[in-house]
């Protein structure tokens, strides 16, 4: 199953017990459909860049909340009923590209070697580089010791 996060644009005046709800309702619909949440991050208020007009007024906070699920791909289909949620400015689910889990995530080196090919070599460095104003103009400034 691919790895997908969801991210949920609440309203600002929605209270935590009604946002868990919400985040608890969409965790039970991946159940369902045999998908794990694997992670749940609430990034608090947030200021938006725009106002996000609804029923009650146009928005320019909201509580952004994502949630990163291994569910099938019929789940990013089946999740438009979020549309008539009234607590939500907006929503969104995206998919993980090139995501390693189960066995090929086992034997994977875990990026140990990654920095490896950024090490500077030493032919990279030659004297082009060197400033060519870099004398030593100490007696240029004046220093008073005490």
């Known amino acids: 199953m691919p790895l997908y996060d969801c991210m949920l644009l609440l309203k600002p005046l929605v209270t935590k017990e009604s946002a868990a709800e919400l985040v608890a309702r969409v965790a039970r619909r991946a159940y369902q459909r045999n998908g794990v949440v694997t992670d749940l991050k609430s990034f608090g208020k947030v200021h938006l860049g725009y106002g996000i007009r609804k029923l009650d007024g146009r928005h320019f906070q909201g509580q952004l909340m994502q949630m990163t699920m291994m569910v099938p791909p019929s789940f990013t289909k089946e999740a438009h009923y979020l549309n008539k949620e009234d607590r939500l400015l907006r ?9 390693v889990y189960g066995l090929e995530f086992i034997n994977e080196d875990d990026g140990k070697y990654e920095m490896d090919s950024f090490r500077p070599n030493s032919s990279s460095v030659k004297d082009e580089d060197v400033d060519e104003y870099d004398d030593d103009d100490d007696d240029e400034y004046k220093v008073e010791r005490e």
């Not at 929503?91 to 995501?99: G, I």
């Open 91 to 99: 929503w969104l689910v995206v998919k993980h590209r090139d995501a």
